[in-house]
Structure formats: structure tokens, C-alpha cells
């Protein structure tokens, strides 16, 4: 890719202040196990960040999505991958939807306080029961009035524990399962719902809530688009979220590399650096080549993303690449630091830990491969 000075800024821009504001801040916001998103998505917004790609009438600055991968990719820079997922949820998950097919009433309700960091967004799709397979959600949204009452429930959401608003994913009719799906904007003060907050092993300062709804009611105005577009709309956010997933991974995966030489080049075994064995070397230079072509991958899938082409092959490609490359980067790297890699403060063990959920999270490595053989068009027929 041809990167601007417009490309660069962002990467300037962005580096200084992850230097400033966030890394200082990792270690105290894992141990917590939550990071104060109002306040650092405020910054972010000041900033003109959260809305790179979105409308300018909102507050954006309606720039294609290359801009939108630099961002990702810088934010690769935090050393930890909870606060880095919990900023693409707000500008790459919970948004384009919104962005694209809401009314202009909505959008300004809604996406201008996103855009300027004064609103935490999370994106409810997943539940108990239907994670990556969407067209199996539970969760209801039946009319009443000029309303729409929820029952259900969501998990694993992203920012819910302090958002103002979900993007929600609800069956409204009994339809086809991939027909009769709507998304709407669901206010988290409203009366009916209910949370917990759901402890993990890795993503510690990301706050990750079980959402429970009881006869919840939202107005019909809060729809995204057209009723019973849903699941198609959705299926259009998560190409991004499956690019941005991609561009984060590759500068956090060289950072695990780095770091992990910058110790074996200390540690001493038999007389030489872990480094000097030719096996450890020339396995850090594979790792290294590995990233790369995660790295060149995702720059073509862009690329043609911008040119307006249907890269939902090239997207599931890249996710799958970058969840398992994050598995096989950290363990290789961790097994190099030998029990010092084992404790639980140590940058490679984080990295361990918080890459596992990249081939679980935005759709599992069977269903990007399903997707793939998809396009390939080599499944047999039903």
C-alpha cells in the first residue's frame, strides 16, 4: 500500500499519545480489570479518532478505510490487547451499521456522540447459545405500539459494562433465520436491563458483560435500516471488524517478537545466549516472515475494500491468519523465556493470554475456514 502523509500523521499522532496516555496507565487498568473508556474515548474523540471513515455531517472525516487501518494497526502499540479491542468495538463493530443505514435522526442521537467520544458503543450479537453462528440468536424484539419490547439475553459484550448504547441484533418476525433479523439501538439505561460482569483469562481491562433483557422497551425509530436486514447488515460490519482485527495483530505480534530477542539476547544457557542456538533464530526469522505475509495480506484485502470490492474471502483469511498466528507467536515466544514466561506480569504471558480470543472472538477459525471453502466454492451440496 501507498501510505500519505495524511496516513503518517495518524500513526504520529497516535503513537504519541498511546506513549502518554494509555501504555503508563496498562498495568493499573489490567489489575482492575476495566480501563476508563468515557475518559480515554473522550480524548480519542477531541482527537478527531473515532470517526475517521464516518460522515462528516456527524463529525467524522470521511476518509476510506485505509485511514481506518492505520489506527488499528497503531493501536497494536498498547501493551495489552483489552483497551485496543475495546476502541474497534467503538469505531469498527458498534458503528457502520449506523453510520450507513440509520436515519439521520438516529445519527445524530446516536453516532455524532460516538464519533466525539462522549458515548461508549457495544455491539450485541453474541449470546448463551449463538456466538459465531448469528443466525441462531434467541433474543426477541416483537412490536408494541410504536415500541419494540426485548427479551433475551446477550454475552461476551464488549464495553457493555460501561456503555451508553448497544447495537442489538433481535429477531422481529418469525421468518427465515436470515431474513427476519433487525439491528437497533438499544439505550443501556432503559428500564429491563440487567448485568454481570464475566471474568476471563486474558483481555483483563476490557469489560465484558452477560446482558439480560425483560421486556425492555425501545422505540421502533431506534431500527437501523430496514426490518429484517439484520443479518445481512451485520454481515457487512463484521468484513471490518475482521480487517481491523487483522491490521491490530501484526504490530503487537512484532512488538511479542522484539521483546522476546531483546531477553534471549540476556539470557545465557550452556555457555551462549538463548539466542546464539541456530533452532531459536531461524525460528524467530519464520515468526518474523509469518507476520509479514499476515501483514501484506491484510494491505491487499484493504486495498480492494476500498476500491469497493467484496473482500469478505480475503477479510475471513486475514482474521484466521492473524487468531492463529497470535497462538503460535506467543507460545513460541513464551517457551523462549523460559519460567519467566510463566509468570503472570510478563509481556509475553499477557500477549499469550489476550491473543487466545483471536481465533474464538468476531467468528471462530471454523467459521472463517467455512467461509473460505465457501467462496472456493468446494463444499458439497445440501
Excluded at 483497551?83 to 436515519?103: C, E, K, N, Y
Excluded at 461476551?156 to 448504547?165: H, M, V, Y
Excluded at 511479542?256 to 555457555?271: Q, S, V
Aim: hydrophobic content about 40%; proline content about 3%; aromatic content about 8%.
Amino acid at each position: 500500500m501507498k501510505f500519505t502523509q495524511e496516513h503518517e500523521e495518524i500513526r504520529r499522532t497516535m503513537k504519541k499519545f498511546i506513549d502518554a496516555e494509555i501504555n503508563p496507565h496498562v498495568d493499573a487498568w489490567e489489575a482492575a480489570e476495566q480501563f476508563p473508556a468515557h475518559e480515554v474515548f473522550k480524548k480519542l474523540g477531541d482527537m478527531g479518532m473515532l470517526g475517521l471513515t464516518k460522515p462528516e455531517a456527524y463529525g467524522g472525516a470521511a476518509l476510506d478505510y485505509s485511514y481506518s487501518m492505520v489506527f488499528a494497526e497503531t493501536l497494536g502499540q498498547i501493551r495489552c490487547g483489552g483497551v485496543p479491542m475495546a476502541i474497534g468495538v467503538q469505531t469498527d463493530m458498534a458503528t457502520p451499521a449506523l453510520a450507513r443505514f440509520g436515519s439521520d435522526e438516529l445519527r445524530r442521537e446516536f453516532l455524532a456522540p460516538a464519533i466525539a467520544g462522549e458515548h461508549v458503543a457495544c455491539i450485541g450479537v453474541s449470546e448463551p447459545g449463538a456466538g459465531s453462528d448469528v443466525a441462531s440468536i434467541k433474543t426477541s424484539a416483537r412490536k408494541d405500539g410504536s415500541d419494540y419490547v426485548i427479551n433475551g439475553s446477550k454475552m461476551w459484550i464488549t464495553n457493555s459494562l460501561q456503555a451508553d448504547w448497544m447495537c442489538l441484533l433481535a429477531n422481529t418476525s418469525e421468518g427465515a433465520a436470515h431474513k427476519n433479523k433487525t439491528l437497533i439501538v438499544l439505550p443501556m439505561k432503559t428500564k429491563g436491563i440487567s448485568s454481570s460482569k464475566i471474568h476471563k483469562i486474558g483481555m483483563m481491562s476490557s469489560d465484558t458483560g452477560l446482558i439480560h433483557f425483560d421486556d425492555v422497551r425501545v422505540p421502533q425509530r431506534h431500527r437501523i435500516g430496514e426490518e429484517g436486514m439484520g443479518f445481512t447488515y451485520q454481515m457487512q460490519q463484521f468484513q471490518e471488524e475482521r480487517l481491523w482485527a487483522a491490521a491490530r495483530s501484526a504490530p503487537g505480534l512484532m512488538r511479542t517478537l522484539e521483546d522476546t530477542i531483546d531477553y534471549i539476547r540476556e539470557r545465557k544457557m550452556f555457555g551462549q545466549t538463548v539466542l546464539d542456538f541456530q533452532y531459536v533464530h531461524y525460528r524467530l526469522a519464520e515468526l518474523k516472515t509469518e507476520i509479514e505475509a499476515l501483514r501484506a495480506l491484510t494491505y491487499r484485502a484493504c486495498e480492494m475494500y476500498v476500491a469497493g470490492e467484496d473482500v469478505t474471502e480475503l477479510a475471513s483469511m486475514a482474521k484466521l491468519k492473524a487468531g492463529r498466528l497470535s497462538r503460535e507467536v506467543s507460545d513460541s515466544c513464551l517457551q523462549y523465556w523460559g519460567g519467566m514466561g510463566y509468570t503472570w506480569d510478563n509481556p509475553v504471558s499477557r500477549a499469550y493470554r489476550d491473543g487466545r480470543l483471536g481465533s474464538i472472538g468476531g467468528g471462530s477459525d471454523e467459521t472463517m475456514l467455512g467461509i473460505i471453502c465457501k467462496y472456493m466454492h468446494i463444499l458439497p451440496k445440501k
